[in-house]
């Protein structure tokens, strides 16, 4: 399930990726589907009209050929009466000579179905086709003589070609004489126009490939284009971020070299020199001792006096490190002892001043504000000439403020962000902002203004039962 979970797991440079190509390609789909519609609409109302004109000029044709054929026997039908076989043999023959193209001809029915003319289908003369369909069940006879006794009209069916056998598509055209009951009529074969139509509907199959061909030509360069784009800018950041990261390890490494050499100093400038004063003073009490020498009790206190020194150099240096009142008690009584400690170490009039917190810090919001103060307060010892600072802290709806303002000379390019000059105010930019806090200081020649801000998320929730003053303390 882990590795089911691993292979679905994307990377900050996967995300960034599909971010970026999911709606190109959603767009390229959607365009690529809206094109395909409106060009198969507009393509098929084209084709459509063109079938129409088409048939329509076919139409016109075949109205055209019966007007010359009913010309070359008007004047015979004219003149002779309903049962007149001479004046109809007459007609017969005229029809059947009246050819045209390869497969051209009139035909002609009497009402009851009997086929009269058919000078290209001969097979039929003389039968009787009432109820005759072509392959696909289309009535034929039966609609030509409904037709011509309605006055005339158009019928498309299935026919076999004369000049070939082949079945096409035909439209005929048919009127009625009345007085004698015929269906007369020729038709065309329409096979042209459906090929027309049929190559119409292949270019435009042919010209929706090369769209979709062009659409996705055009979406892939996209694609490669924000590929090798997004690559180049992970490269990009991916190096910066490398170089971020040495800095900030290279800052770590000085932090703690500093702070080893500080530790040292401490400890052969302070406890070492007592501990040497303490040697001597027991190597002289011993001496004295062993001579009778009744001053032996005074470097024997001596000695002692030393001795607490040193004890009180090493609680120092470990409260310097690591305060155990910040574990004990919390960040408010922390601070309290750090600024008597730094007032009474300094001469500088220290203030601190607090609230009752309805919420705790976290251990970590606790380390990250002392370690700010101590930042602070260390900055106003070796660089500010301050004679006074006063370090004021609260909660509040937002979260918890550590405020430290002093009037000293203030720092030169402070108006500017916090992260600029300066090893002591980027590592309080850095504590808070891993907190997702914010610093602001705000300097100028009457003094500087430090202000951290952790929020709510580093509040915990007050004790039960806990009296007032616990809560201060533990805040």
């Keep these: 399930m882990r590795r089911l979970r691993d292979l679905f797991w994307l990377n900050h440079w996967q995300k960034l990726f599909l971010t970026a190509t999911l709606p190109l390609l959603l767009a390229a789909v959607t365009i690529s589907v809206l094109v395909t519609l409106q060009s198969r609409q507009l393509a098929e109302r084209e084709i459509q009209q063109l079938e129409r004109e088409l048939i329509a000029a076919k139409r016109a044709e075949l109205k055209n050929y019966l007007s010359i054929a009913r010309t070359a026997f008007f004047n015979i039908y004219g003149r002779a009466a309903p049962d007149d076989a001479a004046a109809k043999k007459e007609v017969k023959r005229i029809l059947s000579a009246m050819l045209y193209g390869q497969d051209g001809y009139f035909f002609v029915y009497d009402y009851d179905g009997n086929n009269l003319v058919g000078p290209r289908a001969t097979e039929l003369i003389g039968a009787n086709w009432r109820g005759m369909t072509d392959p696909d069940g289309v009535p034929i006879t039966d609609e030509l003589v409904r037709l011509a006794r309605s006055g005339g009209g158009y019928h498309s ?3 076999p070609k004369p000049s070939t056998g082949e079945m096409g598509r035909m439209v005929s055209y048919v009127i009625g004489l009345q007085d004698w009951k015929w269906a007369i009529g020729t038709g065309v074969f329409i096979d042209d126009v459906v090929a027309t139509v049929n190559a119409s509907r292949a270019q435009v199959e042919a010209r929706m490939q090369r769209t979709f061909l062009w659409i996705g030509a055009i979406t892939l360069a996209a694609l490669m284009l924000v590929f090798v784009s997004g690559l180049f800018l992970n490269l990009r950041e991916r190096r910066l971020a490398d170089a ?5 390890t290279q800052r770590v490494f000085d932090a703690q070299e500093e702070e080893r050499g500080r530790v040292a100093r401490e400890l052969h400038d302070g406890i070492s020199q007592i501990l040497v004063g303490v040697r001597y ?8 001792l062993e001579t009778g020498d009744a ?3 005074e470097t024997l206190e001596r000695g002692l006096t ?3 020194g040193a004890i009180h150099e090493v609680r120092r ?6 305060p155990g009142v910040l574990d004990d008690l919390g960040l408010g009584p922390a601070l309290k002892a750090l600024a008597e400690d730094f007032g009474q170490r300094t001469g500088i009039d220290t203030q601190f001043d607090t609230v009752v917190f309805r919420n705790r810090l976290d251990e970590e919001a606790k380390i990250a504000l002392y370690r700010v103060a101590q930042e602070a307060l260390t900055n106003v010892e070796r660089h500010a000439g301050a004679g006074r600072v006063a370090i004021d802290l609260r909660g509040h709806v937002r979260g918890a403020t550590l405020r430290i303002e002093d009037d000293g000379c203030g720092i030169e390019g402070a108006e500017r962000p916090a992260t600029t000059p300066g090893l002591g105010l980027r590592n309080m930019q850095e504590r808070i902002e891993q907190l997702d806090g914010t610093l602001r200081v705000l300097s100028s020649r009457a003094g500087t203004v430090i202000e951290a801000t952790v929020p709510l998320s580093h509040l915990l929730s007050p004790q039960k039962n ?6 201060r303390a533990n805040a």
């Design 157 to 159: 069916y299935a026919w």
């Design 244 to 248: 971020k990261l040495k800095r900030l």
């Design 281 to 288: 003073a027991l190597d002289t009490t011993k001496r004295r």
């Design 295 to 297: 001053r032996a009790s």
């Design 306 to 308: 030393h001795l607490s």
């Design 317 to 322: 240096i470990s409260r310097d490190l690591r």
């Design 466 to 471: 806990a009296p007032e003053t616990d809560v």
